[in-house]
Structure formats: C-alpha cells, structure tokens
C-alpha cells in the first residue's frame, strides 16, 4: 500500500520560498508547482523524498525554520538587486542566508533592526495592519521641534496622502529638542520621515532599535545574530 502523503505542500512552499500560505496556494493555483511530475492542487499534500518543483526549480523536501537578526547601516538596501552603487544587505550576510527574506523594510538612509526569514507565516505576522506590531526608533531632526508639533503629531496625527499619521513621541534628549524615540504601530512606507516633513522638518538620522518583540542589543552595525522566534 502506498505511503499516504502527511506533509502539507503550501506550508513547505511558504517555508522553503520565504511567502505566506496564501502566496503559496496562489502559486498551486496558477499551475506552477508540480509533485514527482504531476500538477499540484490546492490542499495536496507531500511525502518526504517526493520531488517538489516550483517554476521549474526543485525544491529540497524538508528544510528548518531561520531566523536572522540584522543590524543594517545607512547606505544599503533592502533589496536582493544593488540600485546602482548602493550595496544590499546581501553583502553582509555569508552566502548559506541569502535565501531568507527581509521581514518589512527600512530605506536606504535607516539603520536598525532587520528581520531575515524562510519562514513565511512569521513574516505575514510581523508586518501585516492587522497585527499591529510595534516599533521603536531613534529620531534626529533638523530643527527642534515646537510643542504644539509634537502634540498634533501624537494626540492628533497629521493626514498624510495614504491616511492620518500618529506617532507616539518621546524626547530623547533634556537638552534639545533635536533628538526623539518614535513609537509607532503601522509600516507605512517612509511614514516617520513623511510625518515629519509634512510639519517642515527633515529626518536627519533613523534608527531602529525595536520590531515587535525583537530588539536590536548589542548587534554592531553590519553584523547579526540567529534567534529563534518568541
């Protein structure tokens, strides 16, 4: 009697791909994964030692759960393709972990904490609206901000062109105004400089130090460490 197939195939495509379980039965769907030689449907699943192929390219049958903490300088991208001389992140990570994905980004003028995984539900829960989760930066900006600033950006918001904007500040510094911790619960792209900006100030420095319930310690910029999900 044949082995009756016991492992799930999205959950091994999302871990394997680094994308959700709805990214991977979008991939089923669309006919791009095939099981020992035949079309995979929706809810297949796998035994070990089948062959896996997604858009031409085998995939290993079983695989481990990563997780990278990364501490990003200014000056690289969250991208797997260099945008003209800017490096990528790629560059600072050994070759056996360029198949983990970023979990959200940070631009090319932040540093802090990057999230590197092959675990696609974990990424789908740290950055999706609906979790909320909550992050932690260190502001610097070109001019003190006034008071009545400050409280329309945390009691108020202040209305962006994709919605209002509330951040929760805290000042950094008792001897200026320059200096602030920004707490904020969304991940909107560029939503703390675009903040301030819309006030007339620039971000001058952006440093993330906290994403959910990862902090960035004492990771030296360009290095990282491997942890396991909390």
Known sequence: MPETPTLRLNKHLALQLGVSRREADDLIDRGRVTINGNAATLGARFNLGDQIIVNGKVLASDTAYEYLILHKPADYVCSRRQQGDTPTIYELLPAKYHHLKPVGRLDRDSSGIILLTNDGNFAFQMTHPKFAKTKIYQATLDSELAPLHQQMIS????????????LQLERASDTDRKHWIVTMHEGRNRQIRRTFASLGYTVTELHRTNFGNYALGDIKPGEFEVTNIQ
């Not at 009691?155 to 509330?166: F, I, P």
């Open 155 to 166: 009691d108020y918001g202040v209305q962006l062109e994709d919605g209002t904007s509330t």
